[in-house]
C-alpha cells in the first residue's frame, strides 16, 4: 500500500494519518505504518499539537495569488447509500456558522480571492440556526466586493423552489454551474444503492433548474457495474444521461467496501464487466463535454483566469474550461 511504501522508504519520518480511514481502520493503518499517529476525524483539530506547531493565524494566506478558494461549510452526512463507508465514520453532521463563514469570506475576497467555492460532504444540509443553504447563499453573495460564488456539489432533492430563487437572485455573483450526482438512470439499481428518488424525479428537478438557468453546467457522478447490475439496467442509466444532457459525467467502477451493506450483496459483478462499462461512460463523457464546449462557441461569459503561462487558463462561470 501507499502507506507501508511511505514508511518504508522515509523510516525517520512522522507520518500522521487522518480521515475515514484512521477512523475505520485503525488496526490496519498501523499494521502498514507501526510509527504512524492515527488521528480519527473528529480530531483533526490536535494535529498540530502533535506535531508541535501552532495552527497558521486565518488560514487565508495559502491561496495568495490564487484563483480559487474552497470553503468547508459543512461534513457528515447521515445518508444511508449502500455503496458508501463515509456515513459509518462520519455519521455527525456539523455545520460553520453563518457569522464565521462571512468573516472567511470577506478575509478571502480582500485578499483577491475571485471564486470562493463552497464545499461540505452534505452541502445541502448545513444549518445555522433556522438558516439553510438558501440563506447562506444570499448572505454571502451580499458581501462586497469582485468576486463569484459556486458549489461543489448538491444531491438532486437539496434543487428546490427556494433554493433556485435564491440563486437566481445572486445575479451575477452566482455561478450557474451544478454537480447533480445521479449514480444510476435504473429505478431498481437506485433503490439497491439505498438512494431516495427514482429517475423520473431526478428528471423533473433538472427540468425545474432548467427552467430558471437555461445555459448552466451541469455535471454528475456515475457509478458503475453496481451489484445485481443487468445490461438493461446499465442501459437505462446511459438512456437517462443521454435525455438529460449533462454537460460531462464523472464514472466510477463500483468497488466493494468492507462494512458496507453493498458489500454483502449478490450479484458482485467481474472485473471485465465493471471496466467495460466505465469505459462506456468515459466515452458518453467525452462526447457530452464536446457538446457542452460547442454550444458555448461564440458566446461571451464571465470567466477566472487560472493560468496566465505558458498560454492562458480559464474557467467560465458555467465551468467551461
Not at 494566506?61 to 463507508?85: L, P, S
Not at 458566446?299 to 477566472?304: C, G, I, T
Amino acid at each position: 500500500t501507499l502507506l507501508r511504501r511511505i514508511s518504508r522508504r522515509n523510516p525517520a519520518a512522522r507520518i500522521v494519518v487522518t480521515g475515514c480511514l484512521a477512523t475505520r481502520a485503525e488496526r490496519e493503518v498501523l499494521e502498514a505504518a507501526p510509527s504512524a499517529i492515527v488521528v480519527p476525524n473528529r480530531e483533526k483539530g490536535s494535529i498540530p499539537g502533535l506535531l508541535g506547531c501552532a495552527p497558521r493565524p486565518g488560514g487565508l494566506e495559502r491561496f495568495h495569488g490564487h484563483a480559487r478558494a474552497f470553503v468547508k461549510v459543512q461534513d457528515g452526512c447521515d445518508m444511508g447509500c449502500t455503496y458508501c463507508i463515509v456515513p459509518s465514520v462520519r455519521p455527525e453532521l456539523w455545520s460553520k456558522p453563518l457569522e464565521a463563514l462571512e468573516e472567511e469570506c470577506r478575509g478571502l475576497i480582500a485578499a483577491g480571492v475571485p471564486e470562493l467555492v463552497l464545499c461540505g460532504i452534505r452541502l445541502g444540509r448545513w444549518r445555522s440556526g433556522t438558516l439553510s443553504l438558501p440563506d447562506l447563499i444570499a448572505r454571502l453573495c451580499r458581501l462586497p466586493g469582485d468576486f463569484r460564488l459556486r458549489l461543489s456539489s448538491l444531491e438532486v432533492s437539496d434543487v428546490s423552489a427556494r433554493f433556485l430563487k435564491a440563486a437566481a437572485e445572486a445575479e451575477e455573483k452566482f455561478c450557474p454551474s451544478f454537480h447533480l450526482p445521479v449514480q444510476s438512470g435504473s429505478d431498481a439499481v437506485l433503490k439497491r444503492m439505498g438512494r431516495w428518488y427514482n429517475a423520473g424525479y431526478f428528471e423533473r428537478r433538472v427540468e425545474a433548474l432548467r427552467g430558471v438557468f437555461p445555459g448552466a453546467g451541469l455535471f454528475t457522478d456515475v457509478l458503475a457495474g453496481f451489484p445485481g447490475e443487468t445490461e438493461k439496467e446499465f442501459q437505462e442509466t446511459l438512456d437517462l444521461l443521454s435525455r438529460v444532457g449533462f454537460s460531462g459525467l464523472h464514472a466510477f467502477r463500483y468497488s466493494r467496501r468492507p462494512g458496507t451493506p453493498a458489500a454483502g450483496l449478490e450479484g458482485q459483478l467481474p472485473e471485465s464487466v465493471l471496466s467495460g462499462r466505465a469505459g462506456a461512460l468515459r466515452t458518453l463523457d467525452r462526447r457530452l463535454r464536446t457538446a457542452f464546449a460547442s454550444a458555448a462557441a461564440g458566446s461571451v461569459r464571465q470567466a477566472v483566469v487560472e493560468e496566465r503561462s505558458p498560454r492562458v487558463t480559464a474557467t467560465t462561470d458555467h465551468f467551461l474550461r
